[in-house]
């Protein structure tokens, strides 16, 4: 099981940590996804790691504001937001798949789905 933390109401500008922590199994043979989902909107993917190696992968709309991490030692994978901005509001959700980050933009071949959380972004 994965289950996400971090979420709030912030403003503009703003940075927030979302936390996504592993219960049930180790992270070492995985990858982590995190995705979003707005009102009316299609999910997509943010970010992906792939724990073997540390690789990282960003969507276009985040590069340079997000950044992914992970804790082995407490099977967390982190997502750092900064200079958040009211389109980054949606709901935050981490999901796993075996080994690669492969198929992350839409997370259609990613399981174990926790239950999200709310970023939201307003003045």
């Known amino acids: 099981q994965l289950a996400e933390s971090g979420g709030g109401l912030v403003q503009p500008g703003d940075s927030l940590r979302l936390s996504c922590a592993a219960s049930?199994?180790?992270?070492?043979?995985?990858?982590i996804g995190w995705f979003r989902q707005a009102p009316g909107k299609e999910r997509e993917g943010v970010s992906c790691?792939?724990?073997?190696?540390?690789?990282?992968y960003y969507a276009d709309s985040v590069q340079g504001r997000f950044t992914i991490s992970r804790d082995n030692t407490k099977d967390t994978v982190y997502l750092q937001m900064n200079s958040l901005n009211p389109e980054d509001t949606a709901v935050y959700y981490c999901?796993?798949?075996?080994?690669?980050?492969?198929?992350?933009?839409?997370?259609?071949?990613?399981?174990?789905w926790g239950e999200g959380t709310q970023v939201t972004v307003s003045s």
């Open positions: 999901a796993s798949r075996v080994l690669y980050c492969t198929g992350y933009e839409t997370g259609n071949v990613f399981g174990f």
């Open positions: 049930g199994f180790a992270l070492d043979y995985y990858a």
């Open positions: 790691i792939t724990i073997r190696d540390n690789t990282t």
